[in-house]
Nanobody, 115 residues
């Protein structure tokens, strides 16, 4: 059973930094793509950053220049700098494993940006 576990969330002051981690387990196939999404209260889940199997990265306009996604096989990271209150949300990791024909999600980790 494929499982994703996120970590690294917490309370951070505006202008601060945080690094989120995601680990995929339970699959003999490495993810083809991994991404970070977020969902704030009352809002839809949105893409934050995506790392494709070819090594390309895509970012939401709202985080470009501040967030960086990286990967190490079955792990994905999201380095978040210059955090703003509007970055407050629950952050979810997603893994696409084509060989298993599935998209897999973690339970999320809460990031709260507040003074």
């Amino acid at each position: 059973q494929v499982q994703l576990v996120e970590s690294g969330g917490g309370l951070v002051q505006p202008g601060g930094s945080r690094r989120l981690s995601c680990t995929v387990s339970g699959s003999i196939f490495s993810p083809n793509a991994m991404g970070w999404y977020r969902q704030a209260p009352g809002k839809q889940r949105e893409l934050v950053a995506l790392h494709t199997s070819s090594g390309n990265t895509n970012y939401a306009d709202s985080v470009k220049g501040r967030f960086t996604i990286s990967r190490d096989n079955t792990k994905a990271y999201l380095q978040m700098n210059s955090l703003k209150p509007e970055d407050t949300a629950r952050y979810y990791c997603k893994a696409v494993i084509v060989a298993l024909r599935g998209d897999y999600w973690g339970q999320g980790t809460q990031v709260t940006v507040s003074s």
